[in-house]
């Protein structure tokens, strides 16, 4: 078992930065898990938006997120990150991190996650 807790997120203007972190822990090992970030606005359906193997080897954006989001890992701290940067309010969501096992590839379906957090706001004001 993996427990997983977002935080960082808020209340932001348009152009604004936040960064988002996901603290794992559980007693299984974090460096053994590759890692996602997903969102979900009202009514639509949870999107990826970035994903990072297990050794930080290989990471993976959706095409809306390409150069203003930067997801990494510590894996001495057990914690995920999402930076965001000049944000739209499109990107307004819950946004939760999710683990799944270790894989060489980033996996985009939310569905190949085993684990997930609680979620944490991010709404961004025009």
């Known amino acids: 078992q993996v427990q997983l807790v977002e935080s960082g997120g808020g209340l932001v203007q348009a152009g604004d930065s936040l960064r988002l972190s996901c603290a794992a822990s559980?007693?299984?090992?974090?460096?053994?898990?590759?890692m996602g970030w997903f969102r979900q606005a009202p009514g639509k359906e949870r999107e990826f938006v970035a994903g990072?193997?297990?050794?930080?080897?290989?990471?993976a954006y959706t095409d809306s997120v390409k150069g203003r989001f930067t997801i990494s890992r510590d894996n001495a701290k057990d914690t995920l990150y999402l930076q965001m940067n000049s944000l739209k309010p499109e990107d307004t969501a819950v946004y939760y991190c999710?683990?799944?096992?270790?894989?060489?590839?980033?996996?985009?379906?939310?569905?190949?996650?085993?684990?997930w957090g609680q979620g944490t706001q991010v709404t961004v004001s025009p």
């Open positions: 999710a683990a799944r096992m270790a894989a060489i590839i980033v996996s985009r379906s939310p569905k190949t996650y085993d684990y």
């Open positions: 559980g007693g299984r090992t974090f460096s053994n898990h590759n």
């Open positions: 990072v193997t297990w050794n930080g080897g290989m990471t």
